[in-house]
């Protein structure tokens, strides 16, 4: 079936280091949205990206979606104990209206 | 952005089993969705649940496993029968937002299956 590859699985940050999780898929997608899923919590909206190339900010967070549109990013600039959780991408797929999920990348801030 | 109580928040369960899930939606929704993540992973669709009309399955997901009633537009229920220790999960519901078509989830039902 369709899938969306999502890397790393984990990643291992000292607080106040980058962080970048990545999307891809081999065939186009029609948009991709990011989630964030906190420890012991549920999958929160953070943002959809629709247009080849577009980047969007939300403070400390920067998401990009590839001029293809078959890859996406999520980059977050000095990580702090509050980003700490799973990140998820989802797209929809230009072939079909079903959301597909990216197996989430855990972001692990050393102690 | 819609706010949905999922009962029970977790449970733990004896083999054979079942269990119903409840999901309640603070304003009418068309389509509401529930998913099961399993420890550590993504979140797999379960089915599409769409009031007065029986539910849509994702392939490996029947009817018989995991019964769904939509009785009206803001609530929901999942049950997971005859269970196992494999369904022990994560089980979510979820509705479509009204913005750029963004999900918004309940709290989730953490269910351990001895």
């Known amino acids: 079936g369709q899938q969306v590859m999502q890397i790393p699985q984990y990643q291992h940050v000292q607080e106040g280091e980058d962080f970048t999780t990545y999307c891809n898929s081999s065939t186009t997608l029609s948009n991709i949205q990011w989630y964030k899923q906190r420890p012991g919590g549920h999958p929160v909206f953070l943002i959809q990206?629709?247009?080849s190339g577009e980047v969007k900010k939300q403070k400390r967070l920067t998401f990009q979606f590839g001029e293809a549109k078959k890859n996406s990013s999520l980059h977050i600039t000095a990580t702090q104990t509050t980003d700490v959780g799973t990140y998820f991408c989802?797209?929809?797929?230009?072939?079909?209206?079903?959301?597909?999920w990216g197996a989430g990348t855990k972001l692990i801030i050393k102690p | 952005s819609a706010v949905i109580s999922q009962k029970p928040s977790r449970d733990i369960c004896q083999r054979g089993t079942s269990l119903t899930i409840q999901c309640q939606v603070d304003?009418?929704?068309?389509?509401m969705f529930w998913y099961r993540q399993q420890p550590g992973q993504s979140l797999t669709l379960i089915a599409t649940a769409n009031q007065g009309s029986e539910a849509t399955y994702e392939s490996g997901f029947v009817i018989d496993k995991f019964p769904i009633s939509r009785p009206n537009l803001t609530f929901s229920t999942l049950t997971v029968s005859n269970m196992s220790p494999e369904d022990s999960s994560i089980y979510l519901c979820s509705v479509p937002g009204q913005g750029v078509g963004e999900l918004f989830f309940g709290e989730g039902s953490r269910l351990t299956v001895l």
């Open positions: 990206l629709v247009k």
């Open positions: 989802a797209a929809y797929m230009d072939s079909n209206y079903q959301l597909i």
């Open positions: 304003s009418q929704v068309t389509m």
